[in-house]
């Protein structure tokens, strides 16, 4: 009796340990625990949230499209792709995910509702219960003070924070560093002040959570291979060819998945930017995705704090 005893005492510890899955987070140093979800509402399989991004930058920052004419002064080809992805595209694809019913996940630049504000009036309006996730101040001159130390980083995301919370009556749990650059300290840093989940989680197709000091922080895994602007920019990519990208690897998740129902369910959050989706030709190919991807019976296209809910987690 003593060893059935000992065995299924020690069966049960191994399988909780097996289920938690802690690590050492490779960036951070700190535990890194999985979070496993058989299934999503409705049975579904693959849980997609688009991560809209909402950034200003200043007069003379920001992206170039022109790479041969970074060195004009003023630069006014430059300056109008910028303009034009803040007045025509970010309105455009609020349009259009209202239009198709997909929730939105907003990544919000905390100096947009300030400096756009009528541009923030009307794109809030096309979506107004989609989660905001901070993003710093704004991405080119003010980002996270890296080279300050974890009191500084602290510091900037408090100031991020209450701006977003002044502009938008929101106050963010949701952050993703601005120009997708923290370093060990951010991780700790966000969540002391009040963040629950971040996008600088990166490597996975599962939830994590991961053990600093102040409290958990729930790893959302962002993919870096398939944020529209470096595949644009960086590999000269159109929005056609995105649209196959993304069809492609969510469609092989809900295969994965289809093929043995045991697997557990995953996660991708997809990075969009209104460079490239929030154009003419850019939104036609993020509606024929939408489409593709609303016809999918495992897929299920939800918001970051929505899916972190069905997880299990009280935000």
């Given at each position: ?16 340990t ?18 496993h ?14 991560v ?6 200043g007069?003379?920052?920001g992206?170039n499209?022109?790479?041969d ?6 630069n006014?080809v430059?300056?109008?792709f ?22 939105l ?5 905390a ?7 009528e541009?923030?009036k ?13 993003h710093g ?8 003070p ?7 980083q602290?510091?900037?995301i408090k ?6 919370e ?23 840093a ?7 989940y971040?996008l ?13 000091p ?11 291979q398939i944020?529209?602007?470096g ?15 993304w ?6 998740l809900a ?10 369910a995953?996660v ?10 929030g154009t ?7 509606r024929?995705?939408l ?7 495992l ?17």
């Amino acid at each position: 009796m003593r060893i059935v005893v000992t065995f299924i005492v020690a069966l049960f510890i191994w399988a909780s340990t097996a289920t938690a899955q802690t690590s050492k987070d490779w960036v951070t140093g700190l535990p890194r625990e999985a979070i496993h979800v058989k299934a999503w509402p409705g049975g579904k399989k693959v849980a997609v949230a688009f991560v809209f991004y909402v950034e200003v930058w200043g007069f003379g920052h920001g992206p170039n499209f022109r790479p041969d004419m970074a060195g004009r002064s003023p630069n006014i080809v430059e300056e109008a792709f910028r303009q034009y992805a803040i007045e025509r595209g970010v309105p455009r694809v609020g349009r259009l995910f209202k239009e198709m019913n997909v929730p939105l996940s907003i990544v919000l630049s905390a100096q947009f509702p300030e400096q756009q504000p009528e541009i923030w009036k009307q794109f809030r309006a096309l979506a107004p219960k989609a989660p905001i996730v901070a993003h710093g101040m704004n991405n080119s001159t003010d980002q996270l003070p890296l080279d300050k130390g974890p009191e500084a980083q602290r510091a900037y995301i408090k100031k991020t924070l209450d701006m977003i919370e002044k502009g938008t009556g929101v106050r963010s749990i949701g952050w993703s560093s601005p120009s997708v650059y923290p370093n060990a300290d951010t991780y700790a840093a966000t969540s002391a002040e009040g963040i629950r989940y971040t996008l600088d989680g990166m490597d996975s197709d599962i939830l994590s959570r991961l053990a600093t000091p102040s409290s958990p922080l729930l790893l959302v895994p962002y993919p870096p291979q398939i944020v529209d602007m470096g595949q644009y920019l960086a590999r000269f990519k159109e929005a056609s060819d995105l649209e196959r990208l993304w069809i492609d690897y969510v469609s092989e998740l809900a295969r994965e998945a289809a093929a043995d129902p045991s697997r557990e369910a995953t996660v991708v959050a997809i990075g969009l930017h209104p460079f490239v989706v929030g154009t003419p030709a850019g939104a036609a190919a993020m509606r024929r995705v939408l489409e593709a991807l609303a016809k999918q019976e495992l897929v299920w296209l939800t918001d970051v704090e929505a899916l972190l809910k069905a997880a299990g987690e009280k935000l």
